[in-house]
Structure formats: C-alpha cells, structure tokens
C-alpha cells in the first residue's frame, strides 16, 4: 500500500515567498518525502532543471501547467539523447544492464519534478486539471489536505485511468479486459494467443498463477474450464482479476487470492505467465517481469507436482528472451523442468509483435529481434 494511503501520510515542507508550507506527500515509488525542495516556474530551462535534479534536490512548479509537462518533456528527452549516443556494449547481457541502469537513473531524475494539487486532486497550477479520476484509484478519496506528487507518476495514472475506463479487448474473453493502475497487461497480444491454439480444458479446474490481471485464467474459463483459482503476490492485481472476472459474468467460477505461487490444493491445469527476466525488480510494478535469481521460475516448478491433480499438466508461458541476453543460460530451464520431476509433453511458441521487437534504434535489438514467446506444457 502506497504511504500516502496510511492514516498518518507523510508530510512535505517547503517556503514559498518566505511563509511555511505544507502537504501531503504522495509517492507511488514510496520514496520518503524531499529533504531538498526548490522551486521552478515557466522561466525555468531544462538545462537549469536537470543541474539541480542532478545534485539530489526535487523541484516543485510553480507556474503553467503545460509548460510543467513541457519542461517534464524536454528533460526526457535530453536524458534519451544521452543514452542512445554512446559506444556499443561489449555484450548483450551488459547492453541490457546498462540500458536497464540508465533508464531507471532517469527515471529517478525526472520522478522529482512535483507539482502540487489541492485537497480535491485537481492540480494547483495555471490551466491545471481535475485528476480525481487518476488520483483516486490509486491514493484512495482525497482527505482535505492539499498533496505534492511527482508530475511522472501522475502521468502514469492518467495513462491507467484512461486505460482502465476503456479497457482491452483480447480476442476470445466474452468482454473487455480493465487493467488496474500497476497490474501487468496483455498489451502484448500475442501470448493469450498461445491460449486459443491449444486443447480446449473442458470441464478442468485450473490453478492461474500470476494472475495479473486475470487474463489466462478468464481465457480458460471462456473456453470452457470448470472453474479457476488465481492468484498474485500483488493485492492490485487480486482486486483487478476479481472485478474482470465480475464485469465478465464468470461469478463463482472464478476466485482470486493473494498469494506467493500457488493456492492450496490440486489442480487439472496449472497455468502460469511467468516473470521472464532472472534479475532482481527495482519497483513493485517490476516483479511482473523481473524475477530476481530466477527464484520464481525455479519456485514455481519445483512446486508445480505437489499442486497437479493425477494426470494434470503445467502450461508454462515464457519468453526466451533471458537466453537471448545471457541472463540465463541455454538448457537451464530444460534441467529445472526435469530436476522437478516434470516432462514436456509439448511446445507451443508465438513470435512477438510489440514495436521494441522491431525497433533498429533499440540496442538490444538484435536479442530482441529473433525473440520467441514459448507455452511449455509439463507433466
Ligand atoms: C508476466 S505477469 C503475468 C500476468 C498475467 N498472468 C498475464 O499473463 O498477463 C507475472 C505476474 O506474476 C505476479 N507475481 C510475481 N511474483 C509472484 C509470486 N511470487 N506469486 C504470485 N504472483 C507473482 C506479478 O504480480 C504479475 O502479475
């Protein structure tokens, strides 16, 4: 749960024309409050901005709204142009490191341009906006006091909101799918695709393990598994799976749990979009990706039999982009599969169409190029 939702938020301090101020902090990162606050305004260059953002100091804007998202812009951009103009990596592995590093050092720069709100979530500035809709969700009602956010992460929930209120449509769920602010979605269509080329689970009660947004589990029952117990580390995801599954009619057949890996009991059918990159997550929204030391991988089937009614299968999704990088050695998964006493009966695989994929300006294009998205099925 973000700090800002806790009974006693904290708190951040700042003068303005010499007079004390004060405001809620809001900080989907969790960061703590700014030690350092200074101010800038429409007069402020990005070259000016990005020195003191460098020497650890936060900026709150003070001026136009959209020149803010301007300024916000611009120091974006800046901070790309650096990252693409140096040498090559030695390796893919450490082109993948060294990109990853800098975007999140990016990141961390421009999440310290703040704005502020008022005690109603509309922001603070000339030409500011009503953001109650993105606030909301994500913060909980407004509580009577005026709020300092990052203008980054409040983008992030604008994108969200907007996506959540018009939702995704995925080919073969009976309704749009509505993705949480912080839960992984299907934006890569070509995996749920995997779903529809294999043997429909009739009548099968399926366990879905990283649920996310309930997806491959909804996919499932729309093609006619019994029932479906989901689950996710990730209460926002929990709580987005339930109300999928609810908007699309499933009711009892489809149950959401937060859990690490599996829920109690057996299954026919244990499904699972697993993590894909054995390195450690820096945020919580990266551990949909990110799996530090494989431990989710390894946890997951090495678990798997325990949770297998008798002649059940494991329908394993993962991409084999960690190979390509050298994040994870060819054959490992093989010995994994086999060490935990599971054979692969057989392979499905589906080449991604996301637009990195075929980006030549991408540094890890060349790994990312030839990627394939594999469904294992293990028994
Ligand atoms: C690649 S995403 C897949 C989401 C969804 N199944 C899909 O296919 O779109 C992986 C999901 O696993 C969840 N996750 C990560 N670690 C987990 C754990 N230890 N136990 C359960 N879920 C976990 C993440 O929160 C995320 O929702």
Not at 163 to 185: C, D, I, N, S, T
Not at 290 to 318: K, Q, T
Request: with cysteine.
């Amino acid at each position: 749960m973000s700090g800002c939702m806790s009974n006693e938020p904290p708190v951040v301090r700042w003068k303005e024309k010499g007079e004390p101020r004060e405001a809620r902090w809001c900080s989907e990162a969790d960061l703590p409050p700014p030690r350092t606050l200074l101010l800038a305004d429409d007069r402020t260059t990005a070259e000016k901005a990005l020195g003191t953002l460098r020497q650890g100091s936060y900026l709150l804007y003070g001026g136009d709204y959209l020149n803010a998202r301007q300024l916000l812009a611009a120091l974006g951009r800046r901070l790309a142009k650096k990252r693409r103009d140096q040498r090559p990596a030695p390796s893919p592995a450490e082109a993948f490191r060294r990109e990853r590093g800098q975007r999140a050092e990016e990141h961390r720069l421009l999440t310290r341009l703040l704005v502020p709100l008022d005690a109603e979530y509309r922001v603070a500035l000339r030409r500011g906006v009503d953001l109650r809709a993105a606030c909301e969700p994500v913060w909980g009602p407004p509580d009577g006091r005026p709020v300092v956010a990052s203008l980054r992460e409040l983008q992030g929930m604008i994108g969200a909101a907007q996506w959540r209120e018009r939702g995704l449509e995925v080919k073969g769920l009976p309704g749009r799918l509505h993705p949480h602010y912080g839960v992984f979605a299907p934006t890569r269509g070509e995996y749920p695709a995997l779903l529809r080329k294999v043997p429909a689970p009739e009548g099968k009660r399926v366990f879905d393990v990283g649920t996310g947004t309930g997806v491959l589990g909804l996919l499932l029952l729309a093609r006619g598994a019994r029932d479906v117990v989901a689950t996710d580390i990730d209460p926002r995801a929990v709580a987005c799976a339930r109300e999928n599954a609810e908007r699309m009619g499933f009711g009892a057949r489809f149950t959401a749990l937060q859990a690490d890996l599996f829920p109690p009991g057996e299954a026919d059918l244990i499904v699972c979009n697993a993590p894909w990159i054995p390195e450690r997550p820096r945020t919580a929204l990266d551990r949909a990706v990110y799996d530090a030391e494989g431990r989710f991988l390894r946890d997951f089937l090495a678990g798997a039999r325990a949770h297998l009614a008798p002649g059940g299968e494991v329908w394993l999704i993962l991409s084999d982009l960690a190979e390509r990088l050298g994040l994870r050695e060819e054959g490992e998964l093989e010995k994994q599969i086999e060490s935990a006493g599971l054979t692969v009966r057989w392979k499905q695989e589906v080449v991604p169409t996301h637009g990195k994929a075929s980006d030549p300006e991408d540094p890890l294009h060349g790994a990312r190029s030839g990627e394939v998205v594999r469904l294992w099925c293990l028994s």
